[in-house]
């Protein structure tokens, strides 16, 4: 199947832990992206890699770090997690940016909870 | 500062009716806008692109208006069906790097 894909599809973690999410997309996509889905639903990006490039970084805290092997490839290691963390966790990749059409493909999701 | 405003009352429609939902943002310039569907549990699956110098664009019982200069997009669903019951997410583009803003998103309940 063609997709995007994520795992874990749940994680549930102590406060102070360091857990990763790792993605993975067979569309041919050059760009990768991680959204925030918080309680309230409100859906925010945090990162895009086009071609393993860092193009987007938003104000999130440093102990956020995406890492992308290829561009097929675009994990999300986070640092001592907090409460504030919990949330849903999106990848999303698209056609290369610039293109217009950056219809976005999204993943599953990761529900990450801290205790 | 940018704002992008969906109805977060949920809309209850009868089935067969037409829903209509209501995108509206402010200090954006967007080149287009994008409409996602999203099920509990799932990520968003994307329904329709409307372009800026477009006025309407339809795709089976979905059809998308966009006012550029209402800074405005309605969302329509014809002759909804129970299986049309998702959350419908608007998006802007802020930049030519695929960096999307999405609303909070208006749920639609379609009843038998």
């Known amino acids: 199947d063609t997709a995007v894909s994520q795992t874990p599809k749940y994680l549930v973690t102590q406060m102070g832990n360091d857990k990763s999410i790792k993605c993975e997309q067979n569309?041919?996509?050059?760009?990768m992206y991680w959204y925030k889905q918080d309680s309230k639903k409100f859906l925010k990006i945090m990162f895009s890699?086009?071609?393993?490039?860092?193009?987007i970084n938003e104000t999130v805290p440093n102990r956020f770090s995406p890492k992308s092997p290829d561009k097929a490839h675009l994990n999300l290691h986070i640092n001592s997690l907090e409460l504030g963390d919990s949330a849903v966790y999106f990848c999303a990749s698209s056609h290369p940016s610039g293109a217009e059409t950056d219809t976005q493909y999204f993943g599953p999701g990761t529900r990450l909870t801290v205790l | 500062s940018q704002k992008i405003e969906q109805n977060s009352e949920a809309l209850n429609i009868q089935e067969g009716k037409t829903a209509t939902l209501t995108c509206n943002y402010t200090n954006y310039s967007p080149a287009y806008l994008q409409w996602y569907r999203q099920d509990p549990g799932r990520g968003p699956v994307f329904l329709l692109l409307i372009r800026e110098n477009e006025k309407e664009k339809r795709k089976e019982r979905l059809k998308v208006t966009f006012d550029t200069t209402l800074k405005q997009s309605l969302f329509h669903i014809t002759a909804s069906q129970p299986a049309d019951s998702a959350t419908y997410l608007c998006?802007?583009?802020?930049?030519?790097?695929?960096?999307?803003?999405f609303g909070a998103g208006t749920q639609v309940v379609v009843t038998p």
């Open positions: 998006a802007l583009d802020e930049d030519s790097w695929g960096k999307l803003q």
């Open positions: 890699y086009n071609n393993k490039e860092l193009i």
């Open positions: 569309l041919g996509h050059d760009t």
